[in-house]
């Protein structure tokens, strides 16, 4: 499996930024996604996660209503909707997939995930 994420950018505080992650290889809708940044000397943490068919989400608490993750799997692809951006969310954004589970639990653990894409950076200005 090939994931490559796109989309990131400079934004002012306040602003929005829509990720994408398109993924090759082995079919999309057989594993869960997930989204993890990584901020500079800081661990890579999740962000959201979403499960095969799209049924389930999750989010890290601090962007709780203000991202929503969606997948197409028409198009083998997901998304990171991202609004009212605040300069700590400045990262660079993974894409990952889970080819574990159950389907229907989504999981927010980095050792659960098996594919990495290469990570694109967002920038939020204050």
């Known amino acids: 499996v090939q994931l490559q994420a796109f989309g990131g950018g400079l934004v002012q505080a306040g602003g929005s930024l829509r990720l994408s992650c398109a993924a090759s290889g082995r079919p999309f809708s057989t594993y869960g996604m997930g989204w993890f940044r990584q901020a500079p000397g800081k661990e890579r943490d999740f962000v959201a996660a979403?499960?095969?068919?799209?049924?389930?989400?999750r989010y890290a608490d601090s962007v709780k209503g203000r991202f929503t993750i969606s997948r197409d799997n028409a198009k083998n692809t997901v998304y990171l909707e991202m609004n009212n951006l605040k300069p700590e969310d400045t990262a660079v954004y993974y894409c990952a997939g889970d080819r574990g589970g159950s389907g229907f639990i989504v999981r927010s653990i980095r050792p659960d995930y098996d594919y990495w894409g290469q990570g694109t950076q967002v920038t939020v200005s204050s």
């Open positions: 979403i499960t095969r068919a799209g049924g389930n989400t």
